[in-house]
């Protein structure tokens, strides 16, 4: 199946700073990808549609100054949680979708995700 | 209301078990449906992935919809304590990866020896 990677798979920071984090398409091109964020025990819930070439797409009560994201090639997606504090802990997880690539079902391929910890 | 309605268990099985786990949702435009599963601090892996009613099978997993009761499945026969892991439901009212998913809230199973 596809394989979607992100950086880092943890990270820890002080409140008030900023956090980068990578999510890459290995052996596919993803003109779209998908950022979520999951609390414990909670299930995975939309914040943002990337767009390759153009602005992301923000879910009603998302930030978008607060969560910055780029989409800088076919293959590579970042978010940038900016001036982090602790209620911005959480899982954030990427998806890309495959786009009907042959061999491949159409749908989205999630990453292992990045467990954002902010003291 | 919630679009998509899951049980969030814990649901807690004997190895060798049959598991069902099951959806509903109230959005008729629902076509395609999907079943994840979510390893502890993983990222959600894709196990089946349907669009039309009735059954699909892969080794152990049937997924089955019934579009007209707005109700799916997945069931997992002979279950394996490698089994264990949060059973995350999604759906997508149109085709293709690069629309917006709804998941369910996960249902955490737990297959004991």
């Known amino acids: 199946g596809a394989v979607v990677s992100q950086h880092p798979s943890r990270v820890i920071c002080k409140s008030g700073t900023s956090v980068k984090i990578e999510c890459r398409s290995l052996?596919?091109?993803?003109?779209?990808m998908f950022w979520y964020r999951q609390f414990p025990k909670q299930s995975l819930m939309l914040m943002a549609t990337?767009?390759?070439?153009?602005?992301?797409?923000?879910e009603q009560g998302v930030e978008k100054d607060k969560f910055l994201i780029n989409h800088a090639s076919l293959t590579l997606s970042t978010l940038t949680v900016t001036s982090a504090h602790p209620e911005d802990s959480s899982f954030y997880i990427c998806?890309?979708?495959?786009?009907?690539?042959?061999?491949?079902?159409?749908?989205?391929?999630f990453g292992p995700g990045t467990r954002l910890t902010v003291l | 209301q919630k679009e998509v309605e899951q049980d969030p268990g814990p649901l807690s099985v004997p190895e060798g078990a049959i598991v069902s786990l099951n959806c509903t949702y109230s959005?008729?435009?629902?076509?395609?449906f999907m079943w994840y599963r979510q390893y502890s601090r993983k990222g959600p892996e894709l196990l089946m992935y349907?669009?039309?009613?009735g059954n699909k099978e892969d080794g152990r997993f049937t997924a089955q919809v019934d579009k007209s009761s707005k109700y799916i499945s997945l069931f997992i026969r002979d279950s394996q304590p490698s089994d264990s892991a949060t059973y995350l439901c999604?759906?997508?009212?149109?085709?293709?990866?690069?629309?917006?998913?709804?998941f369910g809230t996960g249902t955490q199973l737990k297959v004991e020896l």
């Open positions: 998806s890309a979708p495959s786009d009907g690539l042959a061999g491949i079902t159409d749908t989205q391929y």
């Open positions: 052996d596919f091109q993803a003109t779209t």
């Open positions: 990337s767009n390759e070439g153009s602005k992301a797409t923000y």
């Open positions: 959005n008729s435009a629902f076509q395609y």
């Open positions: 349907t669009y039309s009613s």
């Open positions: 999604a759906m997508s009212a149109l085709t293709g990866g690069g629309n917006k998913l709804t």
